[in-house]
T-cell receptor, first 115, second 109 residues
Framework: KAGVTQTPRYLIKTRGQQVTLSCSPI?????VSWYQQTPGQGLQFLFEYFSETQRNKGNFPGRFSGRQFSNSRSEMNVSTLELGDSALYLC??????????????FGQGTRLTVV | QKEVEQNSGPLSVPEGAIASLNCTYS??????FFWYRQYSGKSPELIMSIYSNGDKEDGRFTAQLNKASQYVSLLIRDSQPSDSATYLC?????????FGKGTMLLVSP
């Protein structure tokens, strides 16, 4: 059974540009969550999607957005990149959202560097 | 604001010893508790989940949960240098996972 796949693995962008990251969840999983990880802040929740609907959103500016497709694949977009957006972006896949005892599995992450 | 607290470490233990990692959480409604292991430069890997009070053992790992004290712990027996990593505690109820910032474990040969 394939795991969670994130593309690309590494990305270097210039300030002001925008970027789109992709996540394909484990087959059969319908929930995808996105996290930003930086050395100082740890794992910060961005948003969570289930059945193409955003179910929860973290405390990030509107420059961060996402969507989920009918096949459960998800994308997140960051517009007008800032140096502080440099981070490891992680996608987590789970069977459902809002249910107890639902384990989440992470992809390998996308390392974004903004210069 | 749901919070999950962990000692950042590093926690240093010699090879073969028991490593004890602790986590406290603020939301009394939390129902599901997880431990993830993250090697440097890698993504978190789920190693244990626990849902009811008491102990849950899986190989060298034992997770302990005390909901009354809002406390979760992970014991690693016979620690190996390959266990050196950051261990993340995660907690959820009917909503998203909330992570602690992790405890770095260093196992010396």
């Amino acid at each position: 059974k394939a795991g969670v796949t994130q593309t690309p693995r590494y990305l270097i962008k210039t300030r002001g540009q925008q970027v789109t990251l992709s996540c394909s969840p484990i087959s059969g999983h319908r929930s995808v969550s996105w996290y930003q990880q930086t050395p100082g802040q740890g794992l910060q929740f961005l948003f969570e999607y289930f059945s193409e609907t955003q179910r929860n959103k973290g405390n990030f500016p509107g420059r961060f957005s996402g969507r989920q497709f009918s096949n459960s694949r998800s994308e997140m977009n960051v517009s007008t990149l800032e140096l502080g957006d440099s981070a490891l972006y992680l996608c987590a896949s789970s069977l459902a959202v809002g249910r107890l005892n639902t384990e989440a599995f992470f992809g390998q992450g996308t390392r974004l560097t903004v210069v | 604001q749901k919070e999950v607290e962990q000692n950042s470490g590093p926690l240093s233990v010699p090879e073969g010893a028991i490593a004890s990692l602790n986590c406290t959480y603020s939301d009394r409604g939390s129902q599901s508790f997880f431990w993830y292991r993250q090697y440097s430069g890698k993504s978190p890997e789920l190693i244990m989940s626990i849902y009811s009070n008491g102990d849950k053992e899986d190989g060298r790992f034992t997770a302990q949960l005390n909901k009354a004290s809002q406390y979760v712990s992970l014991l690693i027996r016979d620690s190996q240098p390959s266990d050196s990593a950051t261990y993340l505690c995660a907690v959820s109820g009917y909503s998203t996972l909330t992570f602690g910032k992790g405890t770095m474990l260093l196992v010396s040969p």
